[in-house]
């Protein structure tokens, strides 16, 4: 079946720490998409790309990194200069040029 | 400019009961409306969406009202089940960018 893979579902992190969150979509969409969500804060937009090699910031890119050198794989790290890094992370994809999104499943990061 | 404001933040309705979700924005080159609903610990789902040309569209029990002018959009739910308890999220974008989501409505149907 076609869709969206994140992985871990569960990540823990100690403080100082980076690390890097798995997405990997078998749709063979363009666009990838990292969104933060935080309780009553809605989802906010990390980073996303719309083609291999390259990627634009979103409004909250501090302390993030992505890369996509794969149309299949679009990870994500939270480096040691995110100050606030415990959330929800939502990856998502979509064909280039159309708009319904298809969300992976999340991973719940918790820095302890 | 780029914000869309959701509202309420929480809703209770009986079962059987029309829950209306409110959405307003300000940027009118947003040309894509959807709706998506979550469940606890869930990516969200596509639900419904509507183009700024048309002022009504249903699927189900779920309806998108449009108003224009207004620049304001709704999610009605027909007939609401305990099974439509989650959180519904509005959000818009301009041809095909990244979407801009509202703050979320958390929703509970009571049997």
């Known amino acids: 079946d076609g869709g969206i893979t994140q992985s871990p579902k569960y990540l823990f992190r100690k403080e100082g720490q980076n690390v890097t969150l798995s997405c990997e979509q078998n749709l063979n969409h363009d666009a990838m998409y990292w969104y933060r969500q935080d309780p009553g804060q809605g989802l906010r937009l990390i980073y996303y790309?719309?083609?291999?090699?390259?990627?634009q910031k979103g409004d909250i890119a501090e302390g993030y990194s992505v890369s996509r050198e794969k149309k299949e794989s679009f990870p994500l790290t939270v480096t040691s200069a995110q100050k606030n890094p415990t959330a929800f992370y939502l990856c998502?994809?979509?064909?280039?040029?159309?708009?319904?999104?298809?969300f992976g499943s999340g991973t719940r990061l918790t820095v302890v | 400019q780029q914000q869309v404001k959701q509202s309420p933040q929480s809703l209770i309705v009986q079962k059987g009961g029309i829950p209306i979700i409110n959405c307003a924005y300000e940027n009118t080159a947003f040309d894509y409306f959807p709706w998506y609903q979550q469940f606890p610990g869930k990516g969200p789902a596509l639900l419904i969406a509507i183009r700024p040309d048309v002022s009504e569209k249903k699927e189900g029990r779920f309806t998108i009202s449009f108003n224009k002018s207004a620049k304001q959009f709704s999610l009605h739910i027909m007939d609401s089940q305990p099974g439509d308890s989650a959180t519904y999220f509005c959000a818009a974008s301009i041809a095909g960018t990244a979407l801009i989501f509202g703050k979320g409505t958390t929703l509970s149907v009571s049997s």
């Open positions: 790309s719309q083609i291999v090699n390259d990627f």
């Open positions: 998502a994809s979509t064909p280039r040029g159309l708009y319904g999104y298809t």
